[in-house]
């Protein structure tokens, strides 16, 4: 009886190896990951797809399990991240509290939030409101994590416990810490959104296409993640899936621009086309300034006394949005451009290209104009970069 005792003990049920166990351990906080991405966020929290009932409770009912998270405190949380995005109201910027503070601390201030009635019922509407919900997941949140550590322990004995510890740990490390934490504050930006969020890594595989934030802020609405070709997000790939299946309908995705190359006048086609790709238009002449100043480095080399320091910094100055340039930094560009009238030239004009999406008061037919004008401007200016952009921006169909 007594080894029988001790033999449950060490390996459960199951008898499981260290290997197996640590292959469960994956595969169900993976789950866990794709529940939150598909059901909390995408599906709930920003209503790009439908799903339908059974992966629909099949994720609630695992998330119960598993994070003891209810589905309105989430979905409200997460509205009001992207409604108040690095500002004091925003329940988990570190712009605001510090990277430390959300890197460390991510699950408390997620839970502080939760208690905020006030956004609960702001941004909490629309989330399932049935008796499951009202009666077990909401009512009897801690039940679901009290069954998951039962059934681990019965699985695999005393080793049960680490494997419910690390599931319990799982999404306030990746989510509450990584995604919230350093992904407002390292990484790479395919574009210039209004916030600080950052691509964490292209390969959205850890935290189920969450690594992909900048992509993700620029288009809040979107089921997909991805944008460009070397970026992989794994829960878009589950979501095609599920509708392949018929257990899910896609409702929103990214604007994809296309092209016309034998269109030569911009018209009206192309005006909707700028402006419903606006972030992709200007990441594209991002790219064409970064080309303007490999030509122009010699030059001003040559013209001016700037220390390399002073160089390198004004050419992160002007990838970065002009609205956000600070008067010190704008006193910086104004010192670089005496010595490079290309620069200046691009400088100003990326302003004057971002107002034409701005002047809700004009027309179309006076935005069309603005828009055409800039072009003839660009392709007449002499700076090869701004052409070749120009004759691009022409062929948005």
């Not at 005792?5 to 060490?10: M, P």
Request: aromatic share 10%.
């Amino acid at each position: 009886m007594l080894d029988a005792v001790l033999g449950f003990l060490s390996g459960g049920l199951t008898q499981a190896s260290a290997w197996q166990i640590v292959v469960f351990t994956l595969v169900v906080t993976h789950i866990t990951i794709a529940a939150v991405t598909i059901y909390l966020h995408r599906c709930q929290a920003h209503r790009a797809l439908d799903l339908h009932a059974l992966p629909s409770h099949f994720f609630r009912f695992w998330l119960w399990m598993t994070t003891g998270m209810v589905t309105k405190e989430w979905a409200a949380i997460h509205r009001k991240h992207h409604a108040k995005c690095e500002t004091e109201d925003d329940p988990h910027s570190p712009v605001t509290r510090g990277i430390k503070k959300v890197l460390l601390e991510g699950a408390e201030l997620y839970r502080a939030e939760a208690k905020n009635n006030e956004t609960m019922e702001k941004y909490g509407h629309g989330t399932p409101n049935d008796w499951m919900e009202r009666n077990v997941y909401t009512k009897r949140s801690a039940w679901g994590i009290v069954l998951m550590l039962i059934i681990n322990v019965l699985l695999f004995g005393v080793v049960g416990l680490s494997v419910w510890a690390v599931q319990m740990l799982w999404i306030p490390i990746t989510a509450a810490g990584i995604i919230n934490g350093i992904g407002h504050y390292w990484g790479y930006r395919n574009y210039d959104c209004a916030d600080a969020a950052t691509n964490v890594f292209p390969i959205g595989i850890l935290i189920g296409g969450e690594e992909l934030h900048n992509n993700h802020h620029t288009f809040g609405t979107s089921a997909k993640l991805s944008s460009k070709w070397y970026e992989f997000d794994i829960g878009w790939m589950y979501i095609r899936i599920l509708e392949q299946l018929g257990l899910a309908k896609v409702k929103k995705v990214a604007p994809e621009p296309k092209f016309n190359r034998e269109k030569h006048i911009a018209d009206f086609d192309t005006l909707q086309s700028v402006i419903s790709n606006r972030y992709d238009v200007m990441a594209k002449y991002a790219k064409s300034f970064k080309r303007a100043w490999h030509d122009e480095l010699d030059q001003l080399k040559a013209k001016s006394k700037f220390e390399s320091g002073f160089l390198k910094s004004s050419r992160k100055l002007l990838q970065r949005e002009p609205a956000k340039l600070e008067a010190s930094h704008k006193q910086q560009l104004t010192e670089l451009f005496v010595h490079s009238k290309a620069l200046k030239t691009m400088h100003e004009m990326r302003v004057e290209l971002g107002a034409i999406w701005e002047r809700s008061n004009s027309s179309r037919e006076q935005l069309l104009q603005q828009l055409q004008d800039w072009c003839s401007r660009a392709e007449a200016s002499g700076i090869k970069s701004l052409q070749e952009f120009s004759l691009r921006l022409r062929s948005y169909a």
